[in-house]
């Protein structure tokens, strides 16, 4: 049996229409192969190189060091992020601001999507219902299109520290310094944590501490129902601490309304 190779050299390519084949450095990757073949009148030029990476790049594939490192955060952040059921997917644009503080804290959200420079921060409280976390949520879904985010009830996140001690899959530290390396962390129904009657909260408020400290110079976006003063009385030694960090580069709406879950 001939080899494939020496089978084509021996075809007659005139019969096949084809009336010269020219193979070349390609000029426009500079790095792969062009082919220009003539056939029956007509020129077709082909480089499988940058046939490749048009395909590499149709299909999202991360190609760079920089990139692939990228992907890996982001995959990881949506391992561990846990949005409510009931608004996966939502859209600012879902969000129905009635009273200004609302239409002000959707404007600001619009910016913060447009704009956003890893290092503008959020912090937005309010009573309960008014759509704090809608709005946490709708920017989280648009920037986790481009950007590794995570997203995490405060609960959430005292939660997966308490297992990580149990666990052999993560540790506490895989958590805290997931919270410090993404593109930008949401922390949600920021003080909802369980708290008894003189508990000081040490481990809660050391926690929330790590990773609030962790996000200076970095995006942040809390949500809560608590005023500053109260966070501090709720977080005990490491109160002001928290407050202080959460206000870094930060843009606080103070958001009123009507509790729209009472419809």
């Known amino acids: 049996?001939?080899?494939i190779g020496k089978v084509i050299k021996n075809l007659n390519l005139g019969k096949l229409g084809i009336?010269?084949?020219k193979k070349e450095k390609c000029d426009v990757c500079n790095y792969g192969i062009k082919t220009t073949v003539i056939a029956n009148g007509k020129e077709q030029i082909s480089c499988k190189y940058?046939?490749?990476?048009?395909?590499?790049?149709?299909l999202n594939i991360p190609t760079t060091r920089e990139e692939r490192a990228l992907q890996k955060l982001m995959d990881k952040a949506?391992?561990?992020?846990?949005v409510p059921e009931n608004l996966k997917g939502v859209k600012l644009n879902d969000y129905n601001a009635v009273t200004d503080?609302?239409?002000h804290a959707k404007q600001?959200?619009?910016?913060?999507?447009?704009?956003?420079?890893?290092?503008?921060?959020?912090?937005?409280?309010?009573?309960p219902g008014i759509g704090k976390t809608h709005i946490a949520v709708a920017v989280a879904n648009a920037l986790a299109k481009k950007y590794a985010v995570l997203f995490l009830k405060s609960t959430n996140l005292l939660d997966l520290i308490k297992s990580s001690y149990n666990s052999d899959k993560y540790s506490e530290m895989d958590i805290l310094e997931l919270c410090r390396d993404v593109d930008l962390l949401v922390l949600d129904d920021l003080g909802?944590?369980?708290?008894?009657?003189?508990?000081?909260?040490?481990?809660?408020?050391?926690?929330?501490?790590?990773?609030i400290d962790s996000r200076l110079g970095k995006s942040l976006i809390i949500t809560t129902n608590y005023s500053e003063s109260l966070l501090e009385q709720?977080?005990?030694?490491?109160?002001?601490?928290?407050?202080?960090?959460?206000?870094?580069?930060?843009e606080k709406i103070r958001i009123a309304g009507k509790d729209m879950r009472r419809g």
């Open 1 to 3: 049996m001939q080899a």
């Open 19 to 21: 009336e010269s084949v």
């Open 50 to 58: 940058c046939e490749d990476r048009k395909l590499v790049e149709s």
């Open 78 to 82: 949506q391992h561990f992020s846990q």
């Open 101 to 103: 503080t609302q239409k």
């Open 108 to 127: 600001q959200a619009v910016e913060f999507i447009t704009q956003f420079d890893k290092k503008m921060s959020l912090v937005l409280s309010g009573d």
């Open 192 to 211: 909802a944590e369980y708290s008894k009657p003189g508990d000081s909260e040490s481990w809660a408020s050391d926690i929330i501490y790590k990773a």
């Open 234 to 250: 709720k977080y005990g030694f490491n109160g002001k601490r928290i407050t202080s960090r959460m206000s870094d580069n930060a």
